[in-house]
């Protein structure tokens, strides 16, 4: 067993089974993953992957124990790899944070001026994203922090932590007849051309949630990622907008209604990749974003180990 194998096992569950992306990721060829896996396999006297034919569909039990084993060896390795960097490069560097527009555009400045003033010889990079895409940049080591109010905290090799809650916010004309519907329903809002967030981001499922649930289908005549570009429709007349609050300041011609009685909260989480060592700064960005946690209640959290239970059945 070698770290080439385990690294083909996880780039294989990473990339749906499909060995043509493990072999461009790993700079290998498709040849060499499969004899990697046959000899993997042969060794370990287990089948690690459901296969039709050629083709993977998917991992075996032991497999998938395989797996998480795989996970922990790997970044433990990076840990070792990164230790004497991380001692003496404690308070300079790069921190490479992905996150959504609207968490940079929003909520992010006041917290990042406050991380300048605390370490100024750290030089910050923003990647922006779709949740999907933050989550593989954490996972690739891309990024070294991933901020999105979805995904970050259903993945189990992540460690996310709640940053703060957030409502989605009606956005309308100056004069439009919503502005005086009191109390403003599902019912109203579904009878005017909507625009609002692409599918997967900025909580988008709260919101065609609480429309399904009232058995109401609302006429989405167009959806972004950006919440500056839904305002900008909504200003042109195309529709009215369904922003996060955080986005959804009077500006101009448009006026702000509160909808927090309509939709579910929404929660915005902060991901590390679970079990890797980080630089000092690393923790306490964290730490400014959400002041309850302390430093070593968050390091406990990320470098905890997480035991794997097997079940073998004889």
């Known amino acids: 067993m070698n770290f080439q194998q385990l690294k083909i096992i996880r780039e294989a569950a990473r990339r749906d089974y499909n060995l043509t992306e493990v072999a461009n990721i790993l700079f290998t060829s498709q040849s060499g993953v499969s004899r990697h896996i046959r000899e993997l396999e042969e060794e370990l006297g287990i089948e ?3 296969r039709r034919g050629k ?8 497999g998938k124990a395989l797996l998480l084993i795989a996970e922990r060896i790997l970044n433990e390795a990076s840990n070792v790899r990164r230790l004497a960097d991380l001692f003496t490069n404690d308070a300079s560097g790069v921190l490479t944070i992905a996150t959504t527009h609207t968490q940079a555009r929003y909520s992010l400045p006041v917290i990042i001026k406050a991380f300048r003033a605390l370490f100024p010889e750290v030089r910050l990079e923003l990647i922006q994203g779709t949740p999907q895409e933050i989550e593989a940049l954490i996972h690739s ?3 070294d922090i991933g901020i999105a109010s979805e995904r970050l905290s259903t993945d189990p090799t992540l460690v ?3 940053w703060f809650r957030w409502y989605h916010s009606l956005l309308v004309p100056k004069g439009h007849p919503l502005i005086h519907a009191s109390p403003l329903t599902l019912d109203d809002i579904s009878r005017w051309p909507l625009i609002t967030y692409r599918q997967g981001i900025t909580g988008r499922s709260r919101i065609d949630e609480a429309f399904s649930r009232r058995g109401l289908s609302p006429d989405i005549v167009l959806s972004a990622q950006d919440s500056d570009v839904v305002k900008t429709y909504v200003e042109l007349g195309l529709g009215i907008g369904l922003v996060a609050d955080q986005a959804s300041g009077e500006e101009g011609s448009l006026v702000r209604l509160d ?5 579910d909260a929404n929660t915005v989480w902060l991901g590390l990749k679970r079990g890797q060592l980080q630089r000092n700064y690393v923790w306490r960005f964290i730490e400014l974003c959400n002041p309850e946690l302390s430093v070593d209640e968050i390091k406990r959290q990320a470098l905890e180990s ?9």
Do not use: C, V
């Open 48 to 50: 690690i992957f459901i």
């Open 55 to 62: 083709r993977l569909l998917g991992m075996t039990e032991p």
């Open 141 to 143: 080591g891309t990024a």
């Open 160 to 162: 996310a932590y709640p």
């Open 259 to 263: 909808t927090r009685h309509l939709f």
């Open 306 to 314: 997480d035991e794997i239970a097997i079940d073998f059945q004889i």
